[in-house]
């Protein structure tokens, strides 16, 4: 795989909540140039998300089944209650034409994805936005929350807390200073489009 991969695969871990889509947006404002790969997903559209504008492709279970027979998914996870797979190709025909190409992923993903591209072509990024307490005070602070859907965000929020040990990079998002984290994950691309 190594004589044929030139570009760069940048994954982002987040926990719900942390600024991911913030952050993320940013970046392809700053680097038009850059891909941004797309996830197959077996869950529904949330109230808000547009299937037009976002990353994700909402498929049947029956799509997702076939695509997982025909090889066509780089690594697949089920999170929640629902599958999440990568397409290879396009991850794999950016990285082979010496691009940069950047994902989110939950913490299994980030294990396969490790075990199939080099670590010179591979970064794995933490967006850390603080503590479950922390966290906590911002949903609440958005919209009331039953005490059983709240211990949900809980369990889910550390459960994607263990993605931090994974990570090559954490990039903090901490005191409601949005534009010195969107500073710093500007660098952590910077850094990483150097090794192009
Ligand atoms: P959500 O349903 O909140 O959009 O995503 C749930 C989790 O799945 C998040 O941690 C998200 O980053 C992760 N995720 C999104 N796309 C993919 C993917 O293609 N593969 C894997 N393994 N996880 C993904």
């Known amino acids: 795989m190594n004589d044929i991969l030139s570009g760069q695969f940048v994954l982002v871990m987040a926990p719900s909540g942390s600024g991911k889509s913030t952050l993320i947006r940013d970046i392809k404002e700053v680097y038009p140039d850059m891909s941004f790969a797309r996830t197959h997903t077996t869950r529904v559209p949330r109230p808000g998300e547009d299937p037009q504008t976002g990353t994700y492709d909402f498929v049947s279970n029956e799509t997702f089944d076939a695509n997982i027979a025909a090889g ?25 034409s010496g691009g940069t190409v950047l994902k989110e992923m939950d913490l299994q993903g980030v294990k396969q994805v490790r ?80 090794r192009l």
Not at 72 to 96: C, I, M, Q, S
Not at 125 to 147: H, N, Q
Request: proline residues 4%; negative net charge.
């Open 115 to 194: 075990a199939l591209i080099p670590p010179e072509h591979l970064t794995v990024v933490y967006i850390d936005g603080g503590s479950w307490e922390a966290l906590k005070e911002r949903i609440l602070a958005r919209a009331p929350m039953s005490a059983e859907q709240l211990e949900l965000r809980k369990e889910r929020f550390l459960e994607e807390e263990k993605g931090k040990g994974e990570a090559d990079v954490i990039v903090e998002n901490h005191d409601g200073n949005v534009a010195k984290a969107k500073e710093r994950f500007r660098a952590c691309i910077a850094t990483i489009r150097e």
């Open 72 to 96: 066509a998914y780089l690594e697949w996870a089920t999170f929640g209650g629902h599958r999440y797979g990568t397409p290879a190709a396009d991850v794999l025909n950016v990285l082979k």
